[in-house]
């Protein structure tokens, strides 16, 4: 596995942004600090598929370690709720009004902003009304052709065969869903072949020493029920130093954690002063690894130490699979 190492640390070297002559910059110090830590790691390593986990990780770090030198950086953010019409509307009135505000604060919250969204006339209007921009809605009366999700009945969605998320009960059901490139069978395929890469993927942060965990956040990870983004970030984040996980979060509603994990996570670091590179790390990333929100939040009393600040990662709907195996790209 020396070779590997060898890779690694090139890697990091090539992706490091030149500098005038002087004092290092603060891009080229974290390049040369991911660079030698994964290289002391790898070369240990007698797992192949641990060591193909930690060189993504170190390809993220890399390619984050140029971005954050070049910009600033602004999160990528997906749409923010609004706040229904006061006069409600006719897609607000009644139970099945109450399950389509449920639908359309998720879509407008967790969903990527990048999708294009089929809907009824009464959806769309929920939709519209928090905070999604009418140029991404599609009607579905039109077959909704060229939308990536669907809004609607399950009876109307029923050309989209993955769940996404779902919405109330009886006759007052509202299903996210997608037809996804190749087929609900090869997507099923995909989804049980990445539960396993997370669950193996996951294992390994736990061993390593470098990410604390409560019980429940413990079993979480093994379990396979943490997007594969989050581990990715996990593992490029502990290469720096310790992290402590308060908790994973954003599980999509109606469907199982197997098929659909936590893509969020809220972690605070023994120094507080590191959560600001580190936002400024996570901001950097380019897709399919950049973050549709990341913030330094304020922890509530209970959590970890009362009024301590953590670093809070959330990642758009849905989850890709193939990240660990190279079966996706970005």
Same mark, same amino acid.
């Given at each position: 596995m020396q070779l590997a190492g060898s890779q690694a640390k090139a890697a990091v070297r090539s992706a490091a942004p030149r500098t005038l002559s002087g004092a290092p910059s603060w891009g080229r110090v974290l390049a040369t600090t991911v660079s030698l830590w994964l290289g002391r790691r790898v070369a240990r390593l007698r797992h192949p598929r641990l060591a193909l986990f930690l060189t993504i990780c170190m390809v993220v770090a890399a390619a984050a370690v140029v971005s954050v030198v070049r910009f600033t950086g602004t999160p990528a953010r997906v749409a923010s709720p609004g706040r229904p019409h006061p006069a409600r509307p006719a897609w607000s009135l009644g139970a099945a009004g109450a399950v389509r505000a449920q639908a359309a604060a998720w879509v407008a919250g967790q969903l990527s902003s990048a999708e294009t969204v089929g809907c009824d006339p009464l959806m769309c209007a929920a939709l519209r009304a928090y905070g999604v921009d009418a140029s991404r809605l599609l009607p579905v009366a039109s077959g909704a052709a060229g939308a990536g999700v669907v809004v609607a +009945?399950? +009876?109307?969605?029923?050309?989209?065969?993955?769940?996404?998320?779902?919405? /109330?009960?009886?006759? @007052?059901?509202?299903?996210?869903?997608?037809?996804?490139? /190749?087929? %609900?069978?090869?997507?099923?395929?995909?989804?049980?072949?990445?539960?396993?890469?997370?669950?193996?993927?996951?294992?390994?942060?736990?061993?390593?020493?470098?990410?604390?965990?409560?019980?429940?956040?413990?079993?979480?990870?093994?379990?396979?029920?943490?997007?594969?983004?989050?581990?990715?970030?996990?593992?490029?984040?502990? %290469?720096?130093?310790?992290?402590?996980?308060?908790?994973?979060?954003?599980?999509?509603?109606?469907?199982?954690?197997?098929?659909?994990?936590? =893509?969020?996570?809220?972690? @605070?670091?023994?120094?507080?002063?590191?959560?600001?590179?580190?936002?400024?790390?996570?901001?950097? *990333?380019?897709?399919?690894?950049?973050?549709?929100?990341?913030?330094?939040?304020?922890?509530?009393? /209970?959590?970890?130490? *009362?009024?301590?600040?953590?670093? =809070?990662?959330?990642?758009?709907?849905? @989850?890709?699979?193939?990240?660990? @195996?190279?079966?996706? +790209?970005?």
């Open positions: +009945s399950p +009876s109307a969605a029923g050309n989209a065969p993955v769940l996404l998320a779902g919405f /109330g009960s009886g006759t @007052s059901v509202v299903e996210v869903r997608t037809a996804p490139p /190749g087929g %609900s069978a090869a997507y099923r395929r995909a989804v049980q072949t990445d539960l396993a890469a997370r669950r193996s993927a996951g294992a390994q942060l736990l061993r390593s020493g470098r990410i604390l965990l409560g019980a429940q956040a413990a079993g979480q990870l093994r379990a396979g029920e943490v997007d594969t983004r989050l581990l990715i970030m996990l593992a490029m984040l502990a %290469s720096q130093h310790p992290w402590h996980v308060v908790a994973f979060g954003a599980a999509s509603p109606g469907v199982p954690l197997a098929e659909a994990p936590f =893509r969020q996570v809220t972690m @605070s670091s023994p120094d507080a002063g590191d959560l600001t590179a580190s936002l400024a790390l996570v901001r950097a *990333q380019r897709a399919p690894y950049q973050p549709a929100q990341v913030a330094i939040v304020r922890l509530p009393g /209970g959590q970890v130490a *009362q009024g301590q600040v953590a670093l =809070r990662i959330d990642f758009a709907a849905p @989850s890709p699979p193939g990240l660990l @195996s190279g079966g996706a +790209s970005g």
